[in-house]
């Protein structure tokens, strides 16, 4: 199980205590002191622990974003704040919350407890053409890039539902009613519009697209 850590403080003491006991037990930690670089330095990480006072964003806007990026990253907030609404605008993202000071056993301790909470394996993303898929944390990366296709998530929805179709022709209102929710009206264009601009983000050539087929008079499909 991946034992790296990003651990996000701005005073250096600290930091340095906290990260040669966290070494001495077996981690590797990626230590910032600001959150400017941290969902960049989140995607090889399997926790994050994060200090509220920072310089700049606060931690509590860093731990949001950081969050709405990698949903599937347990955050771990470190604060010298002790009022309640501190506590619970904390908890609205993060996953634990300890007050400073605190013994490092103890920040040892909910450390292991978070991971083993997020140690389910994820399912192996699905593979179609140059894309892989994950589905349950809503990525797409294309893999002869290595870049993430950013997709609302709508587009997401869209094509969540026909991979999850993969091989069949799903007509244009079986689509709008999974997606949106509403019975379909004829003539609608939103479902076009947001087929047209997943398949600019998705195809080689939205003008031949081979990842999302249109089949004539029926509706689209995503070969098999």
Known sequence: MN?????????????????????????????????????????????????V????LDGFTVGQRL??????????LLTARTSIDDK????????????????PDELAARIEVLRRRFS?????????QHLK???EENRVVNIESGEEVMLTGKQFQIFKYLLRH?????TKEQIYEAVWGESYMEGDKTLMVHIRYLREKLEHDPAAPTVIETVRGLGYRVRS
């Open 53 to 56: 006072m920072l310089p700049g």
């Open 166 to 170: 993969q091989g069949r022709v799903m």
């Open 88 to 103: 619970l605008e904390g908890l609205q993202f993060a996953d634990d919350y300890l007050t400073k000071p605190f013994h």
């Open 67 to 76: 969050k709405k990026a990698c949903p599937g990253l347990p955050i771990l």
């Open 120 to 128: 389910v394996s994820s399912p192996e993303p699905a593979i179609l």
């Open 133 to 135: 898929v994950y589905e």
């Open 3 to 51: 034992r790296s850590l990003l651990y996000i403080e701005d005073d250096r003491d600290i930091a340095q205590w906290v990260s040669s006991f966290l070494q001495e037990r077996g981690y590797s930690v990626v230590w910032l002191r600001s959150g400017e670089r941290a969902i960049e330095s989140a995607k090889d990480c399997s926790l994050a622990i994060l200090d």
